[in-house]
């Protein structure tokens, strides 16, 4: 489907450093994203609200927020696990607030100390806290929801698409607009990509789908072009392919922007961002990290070049 527009949200400067031995500051991570978006993110998850005991390289969230003054046709996106973090965000210049939940019960209770129900209530809490808020002057910034181990669990191990039709549907019924399906920890395949892609699409019609794609096992790519083949326009990535999380044994690994944007490219679609202004981007956070990051494009260059 040549000229199809494929919307990417750019995760590196929350997901792609959250698990990173380096921890930047918060002025090095605003830079980041400055550069990013000068090689064409229009959405960023640019930081994240958790509590910097468990995760320190998200630390300073408010400071990189006022480093980065709103710009018309950008979008910042914070990322809350529960009720406090999305508070926190409320306090900063964020254009939309992220809040990750678990479909299982395993890494829920690691990640956030809540069980899947549990984590229904709290983005219940959420949704009414907004909709109380929708008449003031400047209403709240936009609401997503993000489901964690839609194709496996570290802890529970396989997941079913009952278990993910149940979880997006409840998500749906509170209202919200854009769910997210994350392979958490990188065990996807294709196929099981365009099964869970339609069980959600048949409980939540309302919606728009995003994925979320780990290139832990090299099916990154594959994975991402089954999704769109399934008809889902707006994928997460990050740029080098940093990135993994760090309450998940195993999980190394975004799928890599650049790689992404190269196929998708080649195969005619538009994406709005500048190719070798992300290769440089990678190359430029990789002197930061002290390590070569894992995209194959930061090493191989684009072609024709």
Not at 35 to 59: C, D, N
Not at 211 to 219: V, W
Request: charged share 20%.
């Amino acid at each position: 489907m040549t000229g199809r527009f494929i919307q990417i949200v750019e995760v590196g400067p929350r997901d792609g450093l959250q698990n990173e031995k380096a921890i930047l500051s918060p002025d090095i991570r605003a830079e980041f994203v400055r550069k990013l978006e000068a090689a064409g993110a229009r959405r960023i998850e640019a930081v994240s609200f958790v509590h910097p005991k468990y995760v320190p390289q998200m630390a300073g969230a408010e400071e990189a927020m006022a480093a980065l003054p709103a710009e018309q046709g950008r979008s910042r996106i914070g990322l809350a696990l529960n009720g406090k973090g999305y508070d926190r965000a409320l306090g900063t210049g964020v254009d939309e607030v992220n809040v990750s939940l678990s479909v299982s019960t395993g890494f829920g209770v690691k990640n956030q100390g809540l069980t899947p129900d549990q984590q229904i209530e709290m983005l219940s809490a959420i949704v009414a806290g907004r909709a109380n808020a929708e008449g003031a002057d400047q209403g709240p910034p936009s609401l997503s929801a993000t489901l964690s181990c839609v194709w496996g669990c570290p802890f529970d191990g396989e997941v079913s698409v009952d278990q993910v039709a149940d979880m997006v549907g409840r998500v749906a019924e509170l209202g919200v607009k854009e769910i997210a399906l994350a392979d958490t920890i990188g065990v996807a395949d294709p196929w099981s990509v365009t099964r869970k892609v339609e069980a959600a699409r048949k409980v939540a019609s309302g919606a728009q789908l995003r994925l979320h794609f780990h290139d832990t096992r090299n099916t990154g790519l594959a994975n991402a072009y089954a999704g769109i083949e399934a008809g889902v326009d707006i994928l997460d990535a990050s740029v080098g392919g940093i990135g993994g999380c760090p309450f998940a044994p195993g999980a190394t690994g975004n799928l890599a922007t650049e790689d992404l944007v190269y196929a998708l490219h080649r195969g005619g679609f538009e994406t709005g961002y500048d190719l070798d202004a992300l290769i440089d981007t990678a190359r430029w956070i990789s002197t930061h990290l002290n390590r070569h990051v894992p995209s194959a494009l930061s090493r191989a260059g684009q072609w024709p070049a």
